[in-house]
């Protein structure tokens, strides 16, 4: 999975999505504050919502004129939970607006990444897209209302349209307008964000069975052509939420593989939580969060209540907006997924993707709960039969 953005849009995209970070518009020394019990559920919200920019637009990070797809769907569904509906409609009439200029045309699918003035986007991301799907059901479930119908069928046949004859999903388009290999965080989320189960679902999983499951360890795997990278942290808490009846056995396989206690760049402090990948050379604390929602899914809230607490270590205080603190990406600078070298500031910049897990996490909101039944046949549930 290594072409990567700045996730959690997938582990696959973190490098190319690098935020331009600059010395001058980084937080120099982050200031570190134990929360109290009041503030917990206020400041990471407030400062989410005051990262919205005039356009509905929110940027990856303060000052990075940097803004990604999978951040703006998370950030609707943020706003979405704490039942701001005009916040959430910001961001999805900007994307309304562009469906015949952007959405409909050369191929399909909205741009993975822009400036924060919305323009000079770059290739077109399966799961980024399937993200913004899932925030549209989740705003139609929310409202009552179907205010933006025509764009969420819009991305489903787009979405529809990725299928391969063997039932996988390619993973978008290239700025060249050819395919982006077939990754599995992208299929599985899709596959929630497509409404209902029919053929198309049907063929999602014929894929999975045959080119990204492991009978014997009863999981998802990520990268079948290099097996000292077969597996993805992400895949463990995506796949719980998105199938039913899912081996919750898979989930704690993640505590073997992943977990890991890492010293904090931003304040010294060891933090426990799941790294990308079997290197366990970082906390990845957006994939904790994922963990935390994943763990409640299956009703393990002593699990969830220990990663609440490892990720509360880690806030940084805003230096733009008052009352406002957010999280990094990571604990410490390392190796993202495989070998390829995180960005600079991963781990000492707040980002808008923990923060948003985060804040799922503390609240008990599962993002993918409202494309999760699908009455799935139990003759397609390849997971239920024991190896």
């Given at each position: 999975?290594?072409?990567?953005?700045?996730?959690?849009?997938?582990?696959?995209?973190?490098?190319?999505?690098?935020?331009?970070?600059?010395?001058?518009?980084?937080?120099?020394?982050?200031?570190?504050?134990?929360?109290?019990?009041?503030e917990v559920g206020n400041f990471t919200y407030n400062w989410v919502e005051q990262m919205q920019l005039?356009?509905g637009l929110l940027e990856s990070s303060e000052n990075t004129d940097f803004v990604s797809l999978y951040?703006?769907?998370?950030?609707?569904?943020?706003?979405?939970?704490?039942?701001?509906?005009?916040?959430?409609?910001?961001?999805?009439?900007?994307?309304?607006?562009?469906?015949?200029?952007?959405?409909?045309?050369?191929?399909?699918?909205?741009?993975?990444?822009?400036?924060?003035?919305?323009?000079?986007?770059?290739?077109?991301?399966?799961?980024?897209?399937?993200?913004?799907?899932?925030?549209?059901?989740?705003?139609?479930?929310?409202?009552?209302?179907?205010?933006?119908?025509?764009?969420?069928?819009?991305?489903?046949?787009?979405?529809?349209?990725?299928?391969?004859?063997?039932?996988?999903?390619?993973?978008?388009?290239?700025?060249?307008?050819?395919?982006?290999?077939?990754?599995?965080?992208?299929?599985?989320?899709?596959?929630?964000?497509?409404?209902?189960?029919?053929?198309?679902?049907?063929?999602?999983?014929?894929?999975?069975?045959?080119?990204?499951?492991?009978?014997?360890?009863?999981?998802?795997?990520?990268?079948?052509?290099?097996?000292?990278?077969?597996?993805?942290?992400?895949?463990?808490?995506?796949?719980?939420?998105?199938?039913?009846?899912?081996?919750?056995?898979?989930?704690?396989?993640?505590?073997?593989?992943?977990?890991?206690?890492?010293?904090?760049?931003?304040?010294?402090?060891?933090?426990?939580?799941?790294?990308?990948?079997?290197?366990?050379?970082?906390?990845?604390?957006?994939?904790?969060?994922?963990?935390?929602?994943?763990?409640?899914?299956?009703?393990?809230?002593?699990?969830?209540?220990?990663?609440?607490?490892?990720?509360?270590?880690?806030?940084?205080?805003?230096?733009?907006?008052?009352?406002?603190?957010?999280?990094?990406?990571?604990?410490?600078?390392?190796?993202?997924?495989?070998?390829?070298?995180?960005?600079?500031?991963?781990?000492?910049?707040?980002?808008?993707?923990?923060?948003?897990?985060?804040?799922?996490?503390?609240?008990?909101?599962?993002?993918?709960?409202?494309?999760?039944?699908?009455?799935?046949?139990?003759?397609?549930?390849?997971?239920?039969?024991?190896?």
């Open positions: 999975m290594l072409l990567f953005g700045i996730l959690s849009c997938s582990i696959d995209e973190l490098q190319e999505a690098v935020p331009p970070n600059s010395e001058e518009n980084l937080p120099q020394e982050p200031k570190i504050e134990e929360p109290t019990t009041e005039a356009n951040d703006n769907a998370l950030a609707t569904l943020v706003f979405i939970q704490q039942g701001d509906l005009d916040k959430a409609e910001n961001i999805l009439d900007f994307f309304k607006d562009r469906i015949q200029i952007e959405l409909q045309t050369d191929g399909g699918g909205y741009f993975q990444f822009r400036d924060a003035t919305g323009q000079n986007g770059r290739r077109r991301w399966l799961g980024d897209n399937a993200w913004l799907l899932i925030a549209i059901n989740n705003y139609h479930e929310a409202s009552g209302n179907k205010r933006y119908h025509h764009m969420a069928e819009v991305l489903e046949e787009w979405i529809r349209s990725l299928q391969d004859e063997d039932g996988g999903l390619w993973g978008g388009t290239h700025e060249d307008g050819n395919h982006i290999h077939k990754v599995t965080e992208g299929i599985t989320v899709a596959f929630n964000a497509v409404p209902g189960y029919d053929d198309f679902h049907k063929g999602i999983l014929a894929y999975l069975e045959q080119n990204r499951w492991d009978s014997f360890e009863r999981t998802l795997t990520a990268w079948p052509e290099n097996p000292a990278y077969l597996y993805a942290m992400d895949l463990h808490a995506l796949g719980q939420g998105t199938f039913e009846d899912f081996p919750e056995n898979q989930l704690y396989k993640a505590d073997d593989w992943y977990l890991t206690t890492q010293v904090a760049t931003i304040n010294g402090e060891e933090i426990t939580g799941y790294c990308f990948d079997v290197d366990q050379d970082v906390v990845w604390l957006e994939g904790t969060a994922q963990m935390a929602v994943a763990y409640r899914k299956v009703g393990d809230l002593v699990k969830v209540d220990m990663l609440i607490n490892e990720l509360e270590k880690m806030f940084i205080t805003s230096s733009m907006f008052e009352n406002s603190k957010a999280l990094p990406y990571t604990t410490n600078h390392g190796s993202s997924y495989g070998t390829d070298i995180l960005w600079d500031h991963a781990d000492i910049a707040s980002t808008l993707s923990t923060t948003a897990w985060y804040l799922f996490a503390k609240t008990g909101f599962d993002p993918l709960q409202v494309g999760f039944q699908k009455d799935i046949p139990t003759s397609d549930k390849f997971w239920v039969t024991e190896p």
